[in-house]
């Protein structure tokens, strides 16, 4: 469990706290109301997206992937649950695989129709090589911002990927994945070849990946799935 996700939390609008549930596996499945329950507080991370990967860079050229975006985040106090309430939890987006592919979607996290956050765009591919003598950057993928609550918040936006020169040093660097309000760390960003780092639970994105100088093409890094949150209440 994450030690930011403190089940004492929220304020109860009303009654003490009679049970506290933590949903992480990705996909649906059925949340039931205790009977003592009258009221729930809710909160969501959508998923994260992947990094881009990279092609087979040429000699003195880079390929470089951004990063993909965060899950959003949002919150509900839910008045009246039915009895029983859909759960989603966001699925990761798989980081783009080695060669110009782009990484993959997150998808969205909720509670019924009541509560939703959703998932990050996917980074750009490092399909081009770029020469020294230039600036290069692929884009990163826009974090959730489809929402419903009480209180919202976008995902962040995943990092740029970086290359070219300054007073005749390479400076190299791929998109870092987007971090996830109130959820897990975007995947750090690489200075050298390789495959894209993945994004910390819950709701980060991946990172890019680097090949420079006639390095392999490298995939880029998973985003982390994301989560549902419950406080019950009386």
């Known amino acids: 469990m994450n030690p930011n996700f403190d089940a004492n939390f929220p304020s109860p609008r009303s009654g003490r706290l009679v049970k506290f549930t933590a949903f ?3 996909g649906a499945q ?3 109301r205790d009977p003592r329950t009258r009221t729930v507080y809710v ?7 992947g990094g881009g990967g990279c092609i087979q860079s040429a000699a003195s050229q880079a390929a470089i992937g951004g990063g993909g975006g965060s899950g ?3 919150a509900k106090f839910v008045a009246s649950p039915g009895a029983t309430e859909t759960v989603t939890v966001g699925t990761r987006g ?3 695989a080695a060669g110009a592919n782009a990484g993959a979607n997150g998808t969205a996290s909720s509670f019924g129709a009541h509560c939703s956050a959703a998932g990050g765009t996917g980074g750009n591919a490092g399909s081009t090589s770029a020469v020294d003598a230039g600036n290069f950057s692929a884009a990163g993928g826009n974090g959730g911002t489809a ?27 791929s998109g870092k994945g987007g971090s996830a309000p109130r959820g897990g760390i975007g995947g750090p960003s690489r200075a050298s070849n390789g495959a894209g780092n ?21 995939a880029g890094g998973d985003g982390a799935h994301g989560i549902v949150l419950v406080w019950e209440y009386e």
């Open 94 to 96: 798989t980081g783009g």
């Open 24 to 26: 992480t596996t990705p």
């Open 72 to 74: 959003a985040f949002a």
């Open 30 to 32: 059925i949340w039931t």
């Open 43 to 49: 909160e969501c991370i959508g998923g994260g997206a």
């Open 147 to 173: 929402v419903t609550g009480d209180f919202t918040m976008p995902g962040e936006r995943g990092g740029p990927a970086i290359y070219g020169t300054a007073t005749g040093a390479i400076i190299l660097q």
């Open 198 to 218: 993945a994004g910390g639970n819950y709701g980060g994105g991946g990172s890019g990946a680097v090949s420079y100088a006639t390095a392999a093409a490298a």
